[in-house]
């Protein structure tokens, strides 16, 4: 399970004061699948981890993108449902917006936290090499927007990245929110099988067309 949920941090940037209004200018304003009440949020993210403990297979990896100021509380969520949580790695954006950039740090990075079912080791294709736990791209090319915008789109370097490493060919790679498809994408490209979902069909359309 390869996925980047809604992180619901809409509500915390629109809540800012007004010497950093711009904050809220961010694509996150934009989506109100990412404004909800963070307690609704929290039962939501719960009863996906439940959902998914039962269709992963044992020894399966499930990786799921996050904010860095929520990734302790998806860990407890996730450890609740019965993974069992193996490290958290870091998205390093090279060329993010400079947004603020005279007020505060240039926001570039995300995060992903990293579960296995069942046991603690699972596939793990670093063919003898040590592979740290960050990854850095620019930002999401125009070239992986040619079938519509999404405004949350992962480079698909980065998809690919973790669905190599932790998939074999023949799996299926599972997105229950997957947007424009960019894991799907990468599953597909790596010989993997794929399964995806999302609320929007605007964002669905994009999926298919991108998956020809
Ligand atoms: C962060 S975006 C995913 C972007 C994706 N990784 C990509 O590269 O395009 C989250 C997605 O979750 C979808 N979404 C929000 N709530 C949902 C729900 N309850 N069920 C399914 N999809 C949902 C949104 O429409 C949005 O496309």
Known sequence: MLTDPPYNIGGHMKSRGSGVHRLRENHFSICDWDNVDEDVW????????????????TGG??????????????KKIFEKAGFYYKTTGIWHKKNPM???????????????LYFTKGKPSGTFNNDGKAIHDYFE???????EKAFGKHPTQKPLKLM?????????????VCDPFCGSGTSLLAAKNL?????????????????QKRLG
Do not use: C
Not at 61 to 74: D, E, P, R, S
Not at 191 to 207: A, H, K, M, P
């Open 137 to 143: 791209t620019g930002l999401t090319p125009k070239s």
């Open 98 to 112: 400079p947004r603020n950039m005279n007020l505060t740090f240039i926001n570039s990075t995300e995060s992903w």
């Open 191 to 207: 010989g993997r099988n794929y399964v995806g979902f999302d609320l929007n069909e605007e964002y669905l359309s994009i999926t």
């Open 160 to 172: 690919s990245h973790l669905v190599s490493l932790l998939s074999n060919k023949g799996d299926v």
């Open 42 to 57: 929290e039962q939501h993210m719960l009863e996906l981890a439940e959902e998914l403990f039962e269709k992963v297979k």
């Open 61 to 74: 990896a499930v990786v799921v993108f996050m904010a860095i100021i929520k990734v302790q509380t998806l």
